[in-house]
T-cell receptor
Framework: NAGVTQTPKFRILKIGQSMTLQCAQD?????MYWYRQDPGMGLKLIYY???????DKGEVPNGYNVSRSTTEDFPLRLELAAPSQTSVYFC????????????????FGQGTRLTVV | DAKTTQPPSMDCAEGRAANLPCNHS???????VYWYRQIHSQGPQYIIH???NNETNEMASLIITEDRKSSTLILPHATLRDTAVYYC????????????FGKGTLLTVNP
């Protein structure tokens, strides 16, 4: 199994450019998440999705957009890149989430390292 | 979700047990304690979770106090590859499932 796959692994953007970070999982998980991690800091939730067609904001959603048209894919869109978005981005997925459904181990991708100059 | 408090760093000798503490004094009855770790530059990796009973798997043991206000993650025989940041997270699941990561504990295993 591939698990959670993120592409690209590295990217340098110029200020104002746009890009999409791709995330795919092959575990048929309903829940998917995008986090960012700044140097020396913990992970902060950007957006999450509880199923195809359903997304919601996390702690730091400004400057980002997401969509979830299929169970497998959860792309993250940066429309106008800013230096403050320089970070490592992690995508994750998990099977459960409802009360009583405690099979909620989250699987993470290997990250996309984004630099905005 | 309840807040957790962890020491910023710890050291451990290779081959010895590593005991990582976590305080979660405001934990509520339906909240689980989860542990993840992040080896340098990689995505976080799930280790173990528990509600009120002690848990053990192939990676670690989780000891939760009777009042559930604190817990300890035990790596029984730490190796150099266990050097990582360890995150203790308290979470209830529910319809808005999401993990909240703090800064964690940097465990350094020394030869």
């Amino acid at each position: 199994n591939a698990g959670v796959t993120q592409t690209p692994k590295f990217r340098i953007l110029k200020i104002g450019q746009s890009m999409t970070l791709q995330c795919a999982q092959d575990m048929n998980h309903n829940y998917m998440y995008w986090y960012r991690q700044d140097p020396g800091m913990g992970l902060k939730l950007i957006y999450y999705s509880v199923g195809a067609g359903i997304t919601d904001k996390g702690e730091v959603p400004n400057g980002y957009n997401v969509s979830r048209s299929t169970t497998e894919d959860f792309p993250l869109r940066l429309e106008l890149a800013a230096p403050s978005q320089t970070s490592v981005y992690f995508c994750a997925s998990s099977a459960g989430g409802g009360v009583g459904l405690m099979n909620t181990e989250a699987f993470f991708g290997q990250g996309t390292r984004l630099t905005v100059v | 979700d309840a807040k957790t408090t962890q020491p910023p760093s710890m050291d451990c000798a290779e081959g010895r047990a590593a005991n990582l503490p976590c305080n979660h004094s405001t934990i509520s009855g339906n909240e689980y304690v989860y542990w993840y770790r992040q080896i340098h530059s990689q995505g976080p990796q799930y280790i173990i979770h528990g509600l009120k009973n002690n848990e053990t798997n192939e990676m670690a043991s989780l000891i939760i106090t009777e009042d559930r206000k604190s817990s300890t993650l035990i790596l029984p025989h730490a190796t150099l590859r266990d050097t990582a940041v360890y995150y203790c997270i308290v979470h209830s699941g529910g319809s808005n499932y999401k993990l909240t990561f703090g800064k964690g504990t940097l465990l350094t295993v020394n030869p």
